[in-house]
């Protein structure tokens, strides 16, 4: 049956406002934004070509492609904005059906509420929400990077964190309800917990109702500079102990500092020539690069950045005895270019021969110094990598994102990969924090969600798509 049937199958006729991807766009639905994807070649990307790309404008219409697909035993893909970097969004199974999701955007804010929010289709992308609330002078105070390329239904997929998620958390935090159309036709109201991070293996999330803030009016910048690691995360416990949380703490490495330009002696910031100049040499030898960064010291930079809101308007970072007060301009520039990855970049870089990825760990700070020595030690001989701390918890975990760069792309990409995932699991982190486990951590997933947690899904997708129709070959192999 060809894509046009099949789609016009659903309900006996196809509607004039939904429609379908034509088959010349269909290449452009067999990979997201996972980096080792972006180095596949043509033959190994035509096996993962979906049969076809479902747009649903409305929600019933998205059911009951789900129904038809279910009666027909044919897989079928939840996708949201495709910016997925660990393959969540690539079809695995011959013959797959993906549904895109960008279409299903109705908005209804409730600000007269107990507790502001915002009922939203799933298909919302991140900057155009941000932007359509803040007219309205209120926000969600959830940045991710990807925030102007990822979607509302994808940051439920993969349990998503922002920039500011010091203070309000991630996702997870600010998540309400959701809205899911299952394989039997109905959409349905629902806790969002079993959604967050299922990776749509089990429905298509249709609908989020999300918290909201009013729009801060003004933020304050601080920050600093340590002689190692080990005092930078002694600073960042008492941070979050006392007056505040701030909205944004990051700690950077000598190498990370220096590529972001948060170094008092400079760095690479910008797109200027230097730039283009250095990560040409970078993918070219990156044992010379890895001989050098000694040179850049052991400092490690602090950013810290505070919203000013009750009840947090005289919040400010602690005193640090030793560390080196840089002023604002490190984090103002820092926020200023928060955003500027891309996966026009990537691509770039992919197609010049080399490969860039960056591995996501969640840890205890006590583990953070081992944790980071043990992860860029095993990379040295694939790759430069270089690291920072973000999205710190009250409980005492943060996320530890290790880069890393370097020539040849294919095999020499994925032994880097399975040398830090193998690393950091080994030194007792989890290997996944908020990027999700897609194809790319799929035979770490034990650890990267732990064993409770997977019997759990493997529960819940039972009861729900016993066939394994919903997004076959995710979360578990």
């Known amino acids: 049956m060809s894509a046009a049937s099949r789609y016009d199958a659903i309900g006996g006729r196809r509607p004039a406002r939904d429609g379908l991807v034509p088959e010349d766009g269909l290449k452009a639905y067999a990979r997201d934004s996972w980096p080792q994807a972006l180095g596949w070649s043509a033959e190994r990307l035509a096996t993962h ?3 076809a790309v479902l747009l649903p404008e409305r929600e ?22 495709g910016s997925g970097v660990l393959g969540a969004a690539v079809p695995v199974r011959e013959g797959s059906v993906v549904l895109d999701a960008s279409r299903l955007r109705g908005f209804e ?29 209120w926000s969600l105070m959830h940045f991710p990077q990807s925030l102007e390329d990822s979607s509302v239904g994808g940051w439920i997929a993969t349990d998503a964190w922002g920039q500011l998620s010091t203070r309000y958390g991630g996702v997870r935090a600010q998540i309400r309800g959701v809205r899911v159309a299952g394989l039997d036709g109905l959409i349905r109201a629902e806790d969002a917990g079993p959604h967050l991070g299922a990776e749509g293996t089990l429905g298509a999330v249709v609908e989020a109702t999300l918290r909201v803030r009013p729009a801060p009016a003004s933020r304050r910048y601080y920050s600093r500079e340590f002689p190692a690691l080990e005092p930078a995360l002694d600073w960042a416990r008492e941070a979050m102990a006392r007056g505040g949380p701030p909205s944004v703490l990051r700690l950077y490495g000598p190498v990370d500092a220096f ?24 993918l070219k030898r990156t044992d010379w690069l890895n001989a050098l960064t000694p040179l850049l010291g052991h400092a490690w930079i602090a950013v810290a950045i505070y919203e000013d809101e009750e009840p947090y308007r005289d919040a400010a970072p602690p005193r640090a005895p030793g560390a080196v007060d840089l002023g604002e301009s490190p984090a103002r520039r820092w926020w200023q270019r928060r955003y500027h990855l891309s996966k026009q970049r990537l691509e770039r870089t992919f197609a010049a021969g080399g490969f860039v990825d960056t591995a996501d760990f969640r840890a205890p700070l006590s583990l953070m110094p081992r944790l980071d020595a043990a992860v860029r030690a095993a990379l040295r001989p694939h790759a430069l990598a270089f690291s920072h701390l973000s999205h710190f918890e009250a409980g005492g975990d943060a996320c530890l994102s290790v880069t890393f760069a370097g020539l040849g792309g294919g095999e020499r990409h994925a032994r880097a990969w399975a040398a830090a995932l193998e690393a950091g699991a080994a030194a007792g982190a ?7 486990i897609g194809l790319g951590k799929l035979a770490w997933a034990g650890n990267a969600w732990g064993e409770a947690r997977l019997a759990a899904w493997r529960a819940e997708k039972h009861a729900r798509d016993p066939f394994g129709l919903l997004n076959p070959g995710k979360i578990c192999p």
């Open 60 to 81: 019933e219409i998205m059911a009951a492609a789900l129904s038809w697909a279910a009666e027909r035993g044919v897989a079928v893909v939840p996708r949201g904005a």
């Open 430 to 436: 989890r290997v996944n924090h908020h990027h999700g």
């Open 259 to 282: 590529f972001n330009g948060l170094k008092r002696s400079g760095g690479l910031s910008g797109a200027g020539p230097w730039r283009s100049r250095v990560e040409t040499l970078l």
């Open 109 to 137: 804010l409730r600000a007269d509420a107990p507790e502001p929010v915002v009922r939203v289709g799933a298909g919302w992308s991140g900057g155009e929400l941000e932007r359509r609330l803040g007219s309205l002078g």
């Open 49 to 51: 070509i979906p049969a």
